[in-house]
Each structure stands twice: as structure tokens, then as C-alpha cells.
């Protein structure tokens, strides 16, 4: 992938977002490769030398990977941070870099640190718990030792003191230590073999866009039409309606008006997959459409 310099930020930030700071080793998935969608996976490795980001888009990453470095450099006792852990499984090479393993007597627990938003932190983050239980399958596999929690780290980038002391459910401080639900081994190792499944499908296909599994709408970040009930004078909508009868059923009683709101695929939209150039599924879709970029949904990370 070719980084560019839009705005001729210094050299030393340049160097630094085009080193790989997640290589994955010898491995044939990383966690992250194996969780994330097998149609964005394949393209991205299909079309990785004409890939291009600005250095710009990549300040989160780059706060992301020295983050990773300060971690590595703390140290404490029981404490193993940046490990890189193989297994065989399935008959492909799955790896997993874990952030913070703390070793006790009756167990380890596995964190991972985050810069995310508030949002994502008071809503839920399927991915955080499907990372973490992936990690905590590849230590009871390859350490033989019990797993005893699972959890998130988060450093939340737009905390607000006044949203804290305003709202209930707001993070009360910027950083929250978030325990995520553990799964069984069992569990676990279904889920990755599913992965593994889904994966090596779209790797069969790798020759024909058209046969790559598609996207669902969960990959997609999928924001579906809503119908919202206007009142002349009003900036803001009275009520959001997911059906337009409902909606015009209110907005008679109300005296207003129905606007619609359309939905759209917003990881297509805006390319946040960094491959809708070349995704026969978003061209399908948008067809005759418009294809302009959407907003990044609050805690939706590349
Ligand atoms: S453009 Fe949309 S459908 Fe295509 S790979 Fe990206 S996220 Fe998936």
C-alpha cells in the first residue's frame, strides 16, 4: 500500500505510518484478518500494491501502534505484554499478538488496550469480545493455561467531564477498564473454526470478485432508512420512525411533515474498508445509485 503526503506532515510521521507494526508473523490469518469480512480481506490482499492512504487518514493508527510501543516498554511483575502466539488449527497458521497477559497462580488474564470513543464504550462491541476470546483460545492452546477473564482497556479519545457528571451511563473517566464476557474453550474454537471456513471460501474464489462472499449488513455498518417527523420551524425531528406509515400516521396528529432519511452501507460509502473501488457487491449495489462518501458512524474503526 502506497502512503501519500497530502499535507506535507514531517517525514519522521511518514516513516513511521509506513512501518508494519502488525505483521503477522508466519502465519496465515491473523486474529484481525480471520474477524474481519473474508470479501474485504481478499481484496485488500488482491489489490494491496494499488492501495493508497494519506498519512493524514492514519492518526489513529499511528497513536494506535505507540501505544502498542509504551506498552511493551511498561513492565510488571506477572505481566507479559506483546506477545505473538502461533497455532496450527484447521490446517492453516493462525496468529495473535496480545497486549497484556497478566499471569496469577489460578489463571491469566488477557487485555488489550483501545483508543476508542464514548460511544463505542457505552454501546456494544461485538468484536472486542470475539478478539479478546480468539486470544484466549491461542493461550489455553499453545500455553496450556487457564483463562481466567477477558478484557478491554479503553482510552477514550473524546471524553467529556461535563457528559460524565450530566449523564448516567457516560464513562467517568477517560480511561475504563471494561471485563467482557468469557467464553469456553468450546465456544471459542467453533467460532474460529467458522472463521477459518468463511475465510478459506473467499480464498477459493480469489480469482472472481464476483464469487467472493459478500459483505452482510453488519459489515457493511448498515444504517437503515428512517422516516423522521418534521415541524416547520424546527431544525431537529420530532420523532424517528424505522416505517413510514407509523410516520405519517404521526405526523398528521402532530401537524408536521415526513422526511426521509436514506440508508446506506456507510463502510462502502466511505471506503473504510479501503477496497470499494474494486467490490463488484458495493458496484452491484450502487448502480445507477449515488455512491457519494458516508460519515463514519461514532466507535466504527477501521
Ligand atoms: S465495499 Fe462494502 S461490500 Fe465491498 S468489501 Fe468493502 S465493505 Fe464489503
Not at 18 to 24: E, I, N
Not at 70 to 93: I, K, N, S, Y
Not at 188 to 197: C, D, G, S
Amino acid at each position: 500500500m502506497e502512503v501519500t503526503n497530502n499535507f506535507n506532515v514531517p517525514e519522521t510521521l511518514m516513516s513511521l505510518a509506513k512501518r508494519d507494526y502488525y505483521s503477522k508473523g508466519k502465519s496465515d490469518y491473523s486474529v484481525t484478518e480471520l474477524l474481519s469480512p473474508p470479501r474485504v480481506q481478499r481484496l485488500r490482499r488482491l489489490y494491496h500494491s494499488q492501495m493508497k492512504q494519506d498519512v493524514s487518514q492514519m492518526l489513529w493508527q499511528l497513536m494506535g501502534s505507540a501505544l502498542h510501543v509504551v506498552a511493551e516498554r511498561g513492565q510488571a511483575d506477572g505481566h507479559v505484554t506483546e506477545e505473538r502466539l502461533f497455532t496450527t488449527f484447521e490446517g492453516v497458521v493462525v496468529s495473535g499478538a496480545i497486549d497484556v497477559q497478566q499471569e496469577e497462580s489460578d489463571g491469566v488474564t488477557i487485555m488489550d488496550y483501545k483508543f476508542t470513543s464514548a460511544w463505542a464504550v457505552m454501546n456494544e462491541k461485538p468484536e472486542w469480545e470475539q478478539q479478546q476470546n480468539v486470544y484466549g483460545w491461542l493461550v489455553r492452546r499453545e500455553k496450556k493455561k487457564n483463562v481466567k477473564g477477558v478484557k478491554i482497556i479503553a482510552l477514550i479519545r473524546d471524553w467529556n467531564r461535563r457528559e460524565a457528571e450530566r449523564r448516567e451511563d457516560y464513562p467517568k473517566a477517560p480511561i475504563q477498564v471494561i471485563s467482557l464476557r468469557l467464553w469456553s474453550h468450546e465456544e471459542a474454537e467453533e467460532f474460529v473454526r467458522n472463521r477459518i471456513a468463511a475465510h478459506n471460501t473467499g480464498k477459493v474464489a480469489v480469482a472472481f470478485d464476483e464469487e467472493l462472499p459478500l459483505c452482510s449488513d453488519e459489515d457493511r455498518w448498515v444504517r437503515e432508512t428512517k422516516y423522521a417527523v418534521m415541524k416547520e420551524g424546527r431544525k431537529r425531528a420530532v420523532k424517528l420512525f424505522d416505517n413510514e406509515a407509523d410516520a405519517k400516521q404521526f405526523a398528521e396528529q402532530e401537524k408536521g411533515y415526513v422526511e426521509t432519511r436514506n440508508g446506506e452501507a456507510i463502510r462502502c460509502a466511505g471506503d473504510y474498508c479501503g477496497v470499494s473501488q474494486w467490490c463488484s457487491q458495493y458496484r452491484a449495489e450502487n448502480a445507477g445509485g449515488d455512491e457519494g462518501g458516508g460519515v463514519r458512524p461514532e466507535g466504527r474503526e477501521e
